[in-house]
């Protein structure tokens, strides 16, 4: 039995009516038992959200707080031999700034209060050694204030989970005069952290109805524009436990959940949209909703695989990157991916299996009507058809003239400005600044053997961009080394550290080796600096390496990828005016650091080029499907712009809104998020999913679907046509 319709030019089109599931290829035959057996996979996913919900409440006190670091650098190594040899000294060690207007540190009073701090930290084996406040080190030139260590005896993370629980109890020690604040890295990332996890649970909460309402107005059916949601959070919470219970084999950052929230409901929704779109018009004509589900995961639903695939190998190349924060990020997003990807293939077909005829219930007057093949974008695909120059251009001189701007684009890692001014770390931090100098809280650690100790501090002394350098200390354990501190004159996150440590350890003796803080940043930045490179091309020739396996045509899958640049690289270069520059800062709410976070280049691009590759798939696989059945690169332009224009306009208008919400939040890190990808999702799917990538399918022909017979031989064989 067949149907036929017509172009607006007047051209026919036929397709057949699904009456069985017996040709469906594998994923259609699975979508069909699915859909048929919708019970046992309710139950089934019962069972899965049951036990991984039951550890989800517990994901963001349980997680990883640390992690930012370069595993194998100097200053790790540093870190090691100060746990190791100097009672946890290290850059994980926790300083309690203690500070009085009226009273000096060796005042009575003052001394109860480090004698009361001194307990906080006697009753938890995490802390180590305590070292007083010492004069010409750790104490004021006035002597108003005094800066209290307790040594790190446990790892980075678990010192970040101790100051979690013990600063309040730390900051209520403050009254009478006296002030309190525990600060150094491990607090900077406890405070960091909350303040972020904060800031991502509102914005999450925002995004949630404002994804329903615009999934209403593209479906026009409440119980249509709902599976996508329940889908999510189905996603949502299996990931949730599942990095709960990863994270007791190996540390997981609890960024990798935040991450992890926002991927789960964009792409799941992504996900949804595309297959519950062709669901309804499958179900139009089908013998049953069985065949209605096997004829729809036969099309969209390969579409949804290549291109959560296509997710997934973008993000696996960011765990070159050996930084742990970074790896269990892109952990975390992959596993979001993975359990959204597995809801849509099993979870979603029953749902639309059981759900049959019903899933317009609820419609929405307007959209009593509505069919798959939308007339609108079909009258847009004739008009790029037949005046594709204008478009062309114009949308490739407005991407290329955003682009320009990121050949200017800095980074660096984050500074004291991104935590909250009323943040204890914080408050601390500018105390200590204020007090002893800007490059006090950024002490530089250098450890070097006993011999070479007088060299050492000779040389780190005489060092351009060093205020001051302390004695050497023995090591208490009768190691042979020494540690001394050099306090550099500028601020921890200024451009200049970089020359200074750089110059340390060139000119250093051999056997001195630098690290702390800044140290530790730097030679992360200078870590995710060298495997960028590396990344980008991975993603890059996975990507069209996918393009070509999916759509068996080398030309288009060259174009898919090429032009997938285009939005990451204009993306970039509105990031570079915001947030380096500052247009619009005050707008948006926040102070320009005068660069980009460093881990932005190397996740936003693995972010945004996976997004780009996500709306690519659906806009080809539709072309190529109409393009199967017609042999017409004309109907595949133009169908495959009637048949998924809705759904990625749709989709891209979810997405900027997820993301845009993020961007509302305090804090600098998810605004950075929110609004880069916002705008890389916003350009890609304008700019390049509906204007230039229709356009190249125009101008290309019959040779954009063109493959040599040596590479079909080769290439394992997909049709999207069902």
């Known amino acids: 039995m067949t149907r036929s319709t017509t172009l607006d030019g007047g051209q026919p089109t036929t397709t057949t009516t699904t009456t069985t599931t017996a040709e469906s290829g594998v994923l ?54 100060a746990e190791q040899h100097f009672g946890g000294n290290s850059s994980a060690a926790v300083q309690v700034v203690v500070h009085s207007d009226t009273q000096t540190i060796d005042n009575p009073r003052v001394q109860q209060t480090l004698s009361d701090v001194g307990t906080v930290f006697a009753g938890d084996p995490r802390f180590g050694a305590l070292i007083a406040p010492h004069p010409g080190m750790s104490i004021s030139p006035d002597g108003h204030t005094g800066i209290l260590i307790a040594g790190a005896n446990a790892s980075t993370d678990d010192m970040v989970k101790a100051v979690d629980e013990h600063k309040a109890e730390l900051t209520a020690l403050s009254g009478d005069g006296i002030e309190v604040y525990p600060t150094g890295a491990s607090a900077l990332w406890s405070d960091f952290n909350k303040a972020n996890h904060d800031a991502m649970i509102q914005a999450e909460l925002f995004s949630w109805p404002v994804t329903l309402a615009i999934m209403v107005l593209a479906f026009g059916s409440l119980v249509a524009a709902g599976l996508p949601l329940l889908l999510t959070l189905a996603g949502l919470v299996a990931s949730a436990g599942g990095l709960v219970l990863l994270n007791q084999f190996t540390p997981i950052s609890v960024w990798a959940m935040n991450f992890a929230m926002m991927f789960a409901l964009a792409l799941g929704i992504d996900y949804a949209l595309f297959i519950v779109a062709r669901f309804r018009d499958a179900i139009r004509h089908a013998s049953s909703p069985r065949a209605a589900v096997a004829e729809t995961m036969d099309t969209a639903g390969k579409a949804v695989v290549l291109s959560g695939i296509t997710v997934l190998v973008s993000l696996s190349a960011v765990l070159l990157v050996p930084a742990p924060a970074v790896r269990t990020m892109a952990v975390g997003i992959m596993l979001a991916v993975f359990f959204v990807l597995l809801a849509s293939m099993t979870l979603l077909p029953a749902a639309l299996g059981a759900l049959g005829g019903k899933i317009n219930a609820g419609s929405l007057p307007y959209a009593k009507g509505q069919t798959h093949r939308s007339p609108r974008f079909a009258a847009w695909g004739e008009l790029l058809h037949r005046h594709p120059w204008p478009f062309a251009i114009g949308s490739l001189l407005l991407l290329i003239a955003l682009s320009v701007p990121a050949l200017g684009l800095k980074v660096a890692m984050p500074s004291i400005e991104v935590v909250p001014t009323d943040a204890p770390v ?42 001051m350098v302390t004695p050497p200390l023995p090591a208490p354990d009768g190691g042979d080394y020494v540690m001394l501190h050099a306090i550099p004159t500028v601020d921890p996150s200024d451009a200049r550290m970089g020359t200074i440590l750089d110059t340390l350890r060139a000119d250093l003796p051999d056997g001195a080796l630098v690290g702390g803080a800044p140290a530790e940043n730097l030679d992360l930045q200078q870590a995710l600096n060298d495997y960028l490179p590396l990344i980008v091309g991975i993603i890059l020739v996975l990507g069209f390496a996918l393009l070509l396996v999916a759509l ?58 996976a997004i780009a590759m996500d709306y690519t798939v659906f806009l080809l696989a539709t072309a190529k499907e109409h393009y199967e059945r017609s042999g017409d690169p004309k109907i595949a332009h133009v169908d495959g712009l009637a048949h998924s224009g809705r759904v990625i306009f749709a989709a891209a208008a979810v997405m900027v809104a997820v993301f845009f919400t993020f961007a509302l939040a305090d804090p600098l890190p998810p605004k950075e998020m929110g609004i880069i990808l916002g705008v890389a999702v916003l350009l890609d799917a304008v700019l390049i999913r509906l204007i230039l990538l229709p356009v190249l399918l125009r101008l290309t022909g019959h040779a954009a679907w063109w493959s040599p017979a040596w590479l079909r031989k080769v290439l394992p064989k997909i049709n999207f046509s069902h």
């Open 426 to 467: 914080r408050q601390g931090y500018e105390l200590v600044q204020a007090q002893m100098g800007e490059g006090a809280p950024g002490m530089l650690q250098i450890i070097t053997p006993t011999a070479e100790s007088a060299e050492t501090a000779t040389t780190a002394a005489a060092t351009d961009g060093i205020a």
């Open 552 to 609: 068996q045509a080398p030309l288009i899958a060259i174009l898919g990828t090429v032009v997938s640049l285009l939005s990451t690289a204009a993306a970039f270069g509105v990031a570079k005016l915001i947030f380096q520059d500052g247009h619009g800062a005050g707008l948006l709410g926040f102070t320009p650091q005068g660069f980009l976070d460093g881990w932005g280049p190397v996740f936003f691009f693995a972010m945004i080029f």
């Open 28 to 81: 259609g035959r699975i979508g069909a038992v699915m859909a048929g057996r919708s019970r046992w996979v309710f139950g089934v996913w019962l069972l899965l959200l049951v036990a991984l919900g039951a550890a989800a409440p517990s994901v963001f006190s349980s997680l990883a707080g640390a992690g930012w670091q370069a595993n194998g650098s100097e200053s790790v190594q540093v870190r090691q031999l």
